[in-house]
């Protein structure tokens, strides 16, 4: 069965479609929080990746990889469309997770 790629309306009406926005909610590898990415502690990002990364059973990596693949993918696929603060934050959490999995 086919899944249902996120979509928006634009200003002319049509739907576009976010494909990158599925990815995120429906990975396979990880089941992710609800708004995980939109939280403003960069260690509640990490320990919530963190966590989302040893329950899955389907990952292919070590929980260390699959948890900063999935930040990763997220900060690249937002792009020029992250304000500065939020790429910030995010790229705190990197670090966070870092501290997490002792990998300083």
Same mark, same amino acid.
């Given at each position: 069965?086919?899944?249902?790629?996120? %979509?928006? !309306?634009? =200003?002319?009406?049509?739907?576009?479609?976010?494909? #990158?926005?599925?990815?995120?909610?429906?990975?396979? +590898?990880?089941?992710?929080?609800?708004?995980?990415?939109?939280?403003?502690?960069?260690?509640?990002?990490?320990?919530?990746?963190?966590?989302?990364?040893?329950? %899955?059973? !389907?990952? =292919?990596?070590?929980?260390?990889?699959?948890?900063? #693949?999935?930040?990763?993918?997220?900060?690249?696929? +937002?792009?020029?469309?992250?304000?500065?603060?939020?790429?910030?934050?995010?790229?705190?959490?990197?670090?966070?997770?870092?501290?997490?999995?002792?990998?300083?």
């Amino acid at each position: 069965m086919a899944r249902q790629s996120e %979509s928006i !309306r634009t =200003k002319k009406g049509k739907t576009k479609k976010y494909w #990158s926005a599925d990815v995120t909610k429906r990975s396979d +590898a990880l089941d992710l929080e609800s708004k995980v990415f939109a939280r403003n502690s960069p260690r509640a990002i990490a320990l919530s990746l963190r966590k989302s990364a040893e329950a %899955s059973q !389907r990952r =292919k990596g070590t929980p260390f990889q699959s948890a900063m #693949s999935m930040l990763n993918f997220y900060i690249n696929r +937002a792009g020029s469309n992250l304000p500065p603060e939020r790429k910030k934050i995010l790229n705190e959490a990197k670090l966070e997770l870092r501290k997490a999995y002792s990998r300083e």
